[in-house]
């Protein structure tokens, strides 16, 4: 069967690409450059808990260390008052520190890419073509062709081809897909440079700085890299007025200056040049500026804009392709690297085994849905915290009784509606089944929890992520005893049974507690670490139907027990160049069959004035899509939230 073509070779794309690799799928990368990653201090990525073990499972955990930064502290400041400080857990190797104290990772994202190309040019399924264009694709019930221009213009043939080519998307466009939303939504200033602060390793969210005026609207950040390195950033009012060197040099040397808490003991010894200690002007004028290095500067326009569709035929969208985001610190490559995590192992079960519709749809209905609810969530939130009218923001909000700062810091902190994991609670891929109620609901993302594996080894739970099926067995007290006889004692027998007869590739792990399961306890993780369903004792029926309704399929249709191919047994990379012809994968459907999501709303909303709701695509809701659902959903294209429809 042919490979699967990644189009672009950013984080996205790449992460896509190795996780293919990770499940024994070919893989060819088509780079438009020249391969070298532009050393670019101030463009920065956030890593949160679920995306940074993500990257970590493809073997750059080390680059995510040594490139990286986790932060001690997280404060919110208003004017000279402290709002919040939260300490974050120390990382330690065994993991120990609870999921809600841990700190995201802060890296340069050339340092990311970097790391993921050193991870992939070990891989013998894949393989990166630098100075190759994307021209045209041409789909059939078999493949997807891809023509490319460049230095390695040709013909690609591959089984499906996803377009992770950034906002201006060439995949996009031949796809003739929508791409609503709204421009220039915040506009920063960004600075990365070299200095001392007075809360060393802490990141922090300083609204109303005195040295800006106390104005409300004003707003600087500053997060910690590592060599003493940091990222600031200013957000600017509305509108394009130019941001000038010697303004963007003012800004740092007024957020310096007002963060200094002592003066040096000489001032006599300022230099006053760019990058030496020198007196700061304007209101409090008797602190200095400390010294500091200048390493690059820019500045971030975001935008808020989402694809109508994320799938046609054999052609998927994902990470800036497919949505842009990153208002009130939302993320917008964590949620490209949840679409990379989401769809390479739904991938894996196509090529390896065939896919139905459902299974390549919930692609688009749960990762589009997730992201929907978030742009809603940021666009309800943006006036409303922007322009200081508390009356209204606490009725209009959702969640605003917590406060106006804890709501501006949940997006940096993984929390709330602007920065919490996604669920897929009305996910396509659903069991038929319900058990008992533990702490996480269907459909979120998994505690973190300790596990023993099979070879009695201690792991988190989200180290065992992407092979398969996750069976968590909640078993308290079994830590005491030896691997040997638990093995084969109480449960372990039958459940064992059970999951050697499961129509996909499973693996048993075992853990003291869960939070809020009871003792024997039987948890089903997806391959992304999203929770199927809890189950009560071992329930072999109930287990299959869950595995049968992960792969997307009825229960008992289709199914054949045994494993899916190991990687090592898939290979060695199959490029088809020329248009060779391929052996497409089964249950593909009609080319451009059915929108993805389509007849369902998107996750997070019910369609009742939700702006961001899935709205079934231009062809129309399918066949799921009730009178009501028809009547209330809301059409990205012609509401006056999303005016423009231009690239």
Aim: hydrophobic residues 40%; glycine residues 14%; charged residues 20%.
């Amino acid at each position: 069967m042919d490979p699967v073509i990644v189009v672009g070779a950013g984080p996205v794309g790449l992460s896509l690409s190795l996780a293919l690799a990770r499940l024994g799928v070919p893989s060819v990368v088509l780079d438009e450059t020249a391969g070298q990653e532009d050393t670019r201090p101030a463009r920065t990525a956030v890593l949160h808990q679920d995306t940074a073990a993500f990257i970590g499972r493809l073997g750059c955990a080390d680059s995510l260390e040594s490139a990286g930064t986790r932060w001690t502290a997280w404060r919110t400041m208003r004017r000279r008052r402290l709002l919040e400080r939260i300490a974050f857990a120390p990382q330690t190797p065994d993991g120990a520190a609870p999921a809600t104290a841990v700190s995201p990772v802060h890296l340069p994202q050339h340092a990311l890419t970097r790391a993921l190309r050193a991870a992939l040019a070990h891989e013998k399924l894949a393989e990166i073509v630098t100075g190759s264009r994307l021209a045209g694709l041409e789909q059939d019930e078999q493949g997807v062709s891809a023509h490319t221009r460049g230095a390695n213009g040709t013909w690609w043939r591959g089984s499906y081809l996803i377009g992770c080519d950034g906002p201006r998307s060439t995949v996009r466009k031949l796809l003739d897909v929508r791409f609503p939303g709204r421009t220039a939504v915040e506009r920063h200033a960004v600075a990365a440079l070299r200095c001392e602060l007075p809360w060393p390793g802490e990141a922090l969210l300083h609204r109303s700085p005195p040295r800006h005026g106390g104005a409300p609207g004003s707003e600087v950040s500053a997060r910690p890299l590592p060599d003493g390195i940091w990222r600031l950033d200013w957000l600017l009012p509305p509108g394009r007025e130019l941001v000038t060197p010697d303004a963007l040099v003012a800004r740092i040397r007024d957020s310096l200056a007002g963060w200094t808490t002592e003066p040096p003991a000489d001032p006599a010894g300022a230099t006053g040049a760019d990058g030496g200690a020198a007196p700061a002007r304007g209101r409090g004028h008797g602190r200095l500026v400390p010294p500091y290095e200048l390493l690059d500067t820019g500045v971030h326009t975001v935008h808020h804009r989402l694809a109508r569709r994320w799938r046609r035929g054999r052609a998927f969208l994902a990470g800036d392709a497919a949505h842009l985001l990153g208002a009130l610190g939302t993320q917008g490559l964590d949620e490209g690297l949840r679409d990379a995590e989401n769809l390479a192992w739904k991938l894996g079960l196509a090529w390896h085994h065939g896919a139905s519709d459902v299974l390549l749809d919930s692609y688009q209905a749960e990762r589009r849905g997730a992201v929907a609810a978030r742009l809603r969530a940021a666009d309800q939130a943006l006036p409303l915290l922007r322009d200081g009218r508390s009356a209204r923001w606490r009725t209009v909000l959702p969640g605003a009784v917590r406060g106006r700062s804890t709501l501006l810091t949940d997006g940096h902190l993984s929390r709330g509606p602007l920065g919490a994991p996604p669920v897929y609670a009305r996910t396509p891929l659903a069991p038929p089944v319900t058990g008992p109620v533990v702490e996480t609901p269907p459909g979120a993302a998994v505690t973190d929890v300790p596990v023993t594996a099979s070879d009695g080894s201690v792991v988190r739970l989200r180290d065992r992520l992407g092979q398969g099926l996750l069976v968590v067995l909640v078993a308290p007290g079994t830590g005491v005893w030896d691997r040997r006889h638990w093995q084969s004692a109480g449960l372990m027998p039958r459940l064992t049974e059970a999951v050697d007869a499961l129509p996909m590739a499973a693996e048993i792990l075992v853990t003291e507690a869960y939070p809020g399961a009871a003792a024997h306890t039987v948890l089903l993780v997806r391959p992304d670490g999203h929770l199927v369903t809890a189950l009560s004792g071992v329930r072999p029926a109930e287990m299959a139907a869950c595995a049968d309704a992960v792969r997307g399929r009825e229960y008992g249709q289709g199914a054949e027990p045994g494993r899916a191919r190991r990687p090592e047994e898939a290979g060695d990379l199959g490029v088809s160049r020329d248009g060779g012809a391929g052996q497409g994968g089964a249950g593909a459907g009609e080319l451009g069959s059915g929108a993805p999501g389509s007849g369902a709303p998107g996750e997070g909303g019910s369609g009742k004035g939700g702006a961001w709701v899935s709205d079934g695509g231009e062809g129309g809701p399918g066949a799921g899509g009730a009178a009501e659902s028809r009547a209330s959903a809301v059409d990205p294209a012609r509401t006056s939230m999303l005016h423009s429809e231009d690239d």
